[in-house]
């Protein structure tokens, strides 16, 4: 009998201690207690299920010496201070030093994060997500561990890029539910490129904040692809409209303003066309193969993309003399000399890029938010080009936003220039004359004449900076700038209406019809 009793024991006993430690947390998030408590109690007597588990780390250190725990990506350093901080007041000089690794979603954060408080009293909550979605929790001894004179020191190394990283522990909220926040008191960050450095005067559980990074799923994916198809079509169809009318108007009247309108078309048709052919022609290679007509296609694209661009430049330019340098702005082969900017300056540039082999086939990986990965491809500068992303961000980053940012200037003066058409038109003209019908339709004109302006002088580019931060901002950047064409096809055909219909009127000229006639036909 007693035998029996003794077994029992036995087992119980192991039974408590033999509990894995792959079952620790969801154990302790179904009890009463937080379950950070929990855990801190469980893990130190916990057992692997396999023989090895590399992102667990449990072994007895000297207190009065250095401990260091190693794991794949992460390295732990702790002083004898922290060590001897955590025996409490027990005489045995060894310590059990528990480090292992846990995924973020175990870590609920509180819904009011104003109501907890750091350790030194400064709000603890700090917005974020969390790097590679992991957490080093890092524990030692009996006794809490804080205000260390010397910090613990936690690298993080990681293999994604990464520019601005924040270390933080876990603080709970004080409502004992298991929820907390993010907090960075106590903890210093220092960015080593490939890894971060924290430094930390406690010890909890840890990890790296970063900036919410925009996840596109892949049925947002296939929605954004089939919204620029289709735009790109229809950019290219009246694109070409645009042209044969560009080219009509200048036949009948040769004119500065309409042989740049034509230029930028025609820049703006090539891109779209270019881009379609880029996406679809790689449909046609293997997952390895890149063959010389992706490289072509590629090649095209970035010219045409640096083409339009640099068209864009030149209307604001254009604009820029018509508006400031309103006499003796005469300049000999002043069309010719903009040809060779706009597409002299673009073919020299894929020329050097073309002789040191920048295009091929290019994947992007998308990820949504179930961690569900896709590549995305399509002809442009090859991914296996080392110096791809610096080329890449000077095309598509850099460039675009020097134009982007000139003509926001430049549109800022033709908003200047309607207020001082629309004072001195004010002057001359009784407002008792003008009714409220008269004054809305004047504001929807100079409305009109903004808004156009800001499609020829490319500012839905700017739209690009929208693409970091929201989905919404990535679908309104697709359907203005896939819609480009049509954009500045409907432009152009309201200019060349109002224009028609003035030369047959005796004319009223209000400041937006001068303001839209002088981009126009000056």
């Not at 971060?196 to 925009?214: E, G, R, T, W």
């Not at 890149?290 to 095209?300: F, H």
Request: charged fraction near 15%; aromatic fraction near 10%.
């Amino acid at each position: 009998m007693w035998i029996s009793l003794v077994l029992i024991t036995v087992w119980l006993s192991e039974s408590r201690a033999g509990e894995f430690c792959e079952n620790v947390v969801p154990q302790c998030k179904r009890g009463r207690v937080p379950w950070t408590r929990c855990f801190e109690d469980r893990i130190t007597t916990c057992r692997s299920k396999g023989r090895f588990s590399p992102n667990f780390v449990r072994q007895l250190v000297n207190s009065s010496q250095e401990a260091e725990a190693i794991l794949p990506y992460y390295r732990v350093h702790i002083p004898p201070s922290a060590l001897q901080r955590s025996r409490g007041n027990e005489s045995e000089e060894l310590v059990l030093l528990v480090a292992t690794v846990l995924n973020s979603t175990w870590f609920e954060l509180s819904p009011h994060p104003g109501g907890g408080r750091a350790m030194g009293g400064q709000p603890a909550h700090r917005p974020g997500t969390i790097m590679e979605e992991s957490v080093l929790a890092v524990m030692a001894g009996n006794s809490p561990v804080t205000n260390l004179p010397q910090p613990i020191t936690l690298t993080f190394r990681h293999n994604t890029q990464v520019k601005h990283g924040t270390c933080v522990f876990w603080q709970e909220s004080g409502q004992d539910d298991g929820t907390g926040h993010w907090s960075t008191d106590g903890c210093d960050t220092t960015n080593m490129g490939s890894q971060f450095v924290c430094s930390c005067n406690h010890l909890s559980f840890f990890a790296v904040l970063v900036n919410p990074s925009l996840s596109v799923g892949e049925r947002d994916a296939v929605a954004l692809g089939f919204i620029t198809y289709i735009g790109s079509a229809v950019s290219i169809v009246f694109s070409i409209i645009s042209l044969i009318t560009y080219a009509c108007l200048q036949r009948r009247r040769p004119d500065k303003a309409i042989g740049v309108h034509l230029q930028l078309t025609a820049a703006l048709l090539c891109l779209h066309l270019s881009f379609l052919l880029c996406c679809f022609w790689v449909w046609k290679l293997e997952e390895e193969e890149e063959g010389w007509v992706c490289q072509v296609l590629g090649l095209c694209l970035h010219w045409s993309l640096l083409a339009a661009f640099s068209w864009t430049a030149l209307e604001g330019f254009h604009l820029y003399l018509l508006l400031v340098k309103v006499f003796n702005i005469y300049i000999r082969k002043y069309l010719l000399k903009l040809c060779i900017v706009g597409w002299g300056v673009p073919t020299l540039t894929v020329t050097v890029c073309g002789v040191l082999g920048v295009y091929g086939k290019y994947s992007l990986d998308l990820s949504d938010s179930n961690r569900h990965n896709s590549t995305t491809q399509m002809c442009w500068m090859s991914s296996r080009f080392p110096q791809r992303l610096l080329l890449s961000y000077i095309s598509t980053v850099a460039f675009p936003g020097l134009v982007v940012l000139a003509n926001s200037c430049m549109l800022g003066l033709v908003l200047v220039n309607i207020w001082r058409m629309r004072r001195g038109t004010s002057e001359r003209t009784s407002e008792k004359t003008r009714g409220a019908k008269g004054r809305g339709a004047r504001l929807w004109r100079d409305g009109a004449t903004v808004l156009g302006l800001s499609c020829v002088l490319g500012l839905p580019w700017g739209l690009m900076s929208a693409t970091y931060v929201s989905l919404p901002g990535v679908y309104v950047f697709t359907v203005t700038n896939s819609l480009q064409g049509l954009l500045l096809f409907l432009w152009s055909a309201a200019l060349t209406y109002r224009t028609c219909r003035d030369h047959s009127s005796s004319g009223r000229d209000s400041s937006s019809h001068r303001m839209m006639t002088t981009s126009f036909n000056t």
